[in-house]
């Protein structure tokens, strides 16, 4: 799958099954980088990443981030938080509120794809 638009096939590595750990593309001869990060793939190469936040004793915040890849630079395109201290949703891990409404919306907004895992002497071997 080309990830990021650039023309060539992006491997996209796991060892679950369930969710990726990163993200490497070919480029110039080398095996590159282009992400490392645990994140679940959606529709239109969309990356959806959970992050667990916790401020401070007792205070645990979930942070769902869905970013894409325009070339070879990362661009945020929604979040939403949710605070499981005062069962609240919010627009940043700094508190701001927003509303359950604007916060499903969003997570809705993104649909899961399964790719289909394959070991990789599969995809080396044709």
Same mark, same amino acid.
């Given at each position: 799958?080309?990830? *990021?638009?650039? =023309? ?8 679950? =099954? ?26 239109? *190469? ?16 979930? =942070?769902? +981030?869905?970013?894409?890849? @325009?070339?070879? *630079? ?8 949710? @605070?499981?201290?005062?069962? +609240?949703?919010? /627009? ?6 927003? /509303? ?24 080396? @071997?044709?």
């Amino acid at each position: 799958m080309d990830i *990021n638009g650039d =023309g060539v096939k992006d491997l996209l590595r796991s060892g679950d =099954g369930d969710h990726y750990w990163d993200i490497v593309t070919y480029r110039y001869g080398n095996l590159i980088p282009l992400a490392i990060m645990d994140f679940y793939l959606c529709e239109n *190469n969309v990356m959806e990443q959970i992050e667990l936040f916790h401020e401070e004793a007792g205070v645990e915040i979930e =942070g769902t +981030s869905f970013f894409r890849y @325009n070339g070879f *630079n990362l661009e945020t395109l929604d979040f939403a938080a949710y @605070n499981k201290a005062t069962a +609240s949703w919010q /627009s940043d891990y700094y508190g701001t509120p927003m /509303s359950e409404a604007d916060a499903k919306a969003i997570l809705a907004r993104y649909s899961r794809v399964d790719q289909g895992m394959q070991p990789i002497s599969q995809l080396l @071997n044709g």
